[in-house]
């Protein structure tokens, strides 16, 4: 496993935040628009629960590099 360059995925039931390290070109944009779910300093530092899905989805429309993106678990959500 490259460290470098990991995947990871975060729930909160509805919607899954899916992460990708080796893109991340650390905009900010995650945190400047949703401080309650994106925090780089803290382990686990996505809380997908800390915020309703809808916002979770907007935030990740607006990471430049393709770095978070998301998948809905329901889809008839």
């Known amino acids: 496993m490259n460290p470098d360059n990991l995947t990871k995925e ?3 039931g509805e919607v899954t935040i899916v992460w990708q390290s080796g893109k991340c070109i650390h905009s900010a ?3 400047k628009n949703n401080p309650d779910v994106f925090h780089p300093k803290e382990k686990p530092w996505i809380l997908p629960e800390a915020s309703t899905s809808e916002k979770i989805m907007q935030t990740i429309q607006t990471c430049p ?3 978070l993106t998301y ?3 329901n889809p008839e959500l």
């Open 71 to 73: 998948y809905i678990n």
């Open 29 to 31: 944009n995650c945190v």
């Open 65 to 67: 590099s393709g770095a």
């Open 10 to 12: 975060y729930t909160n």
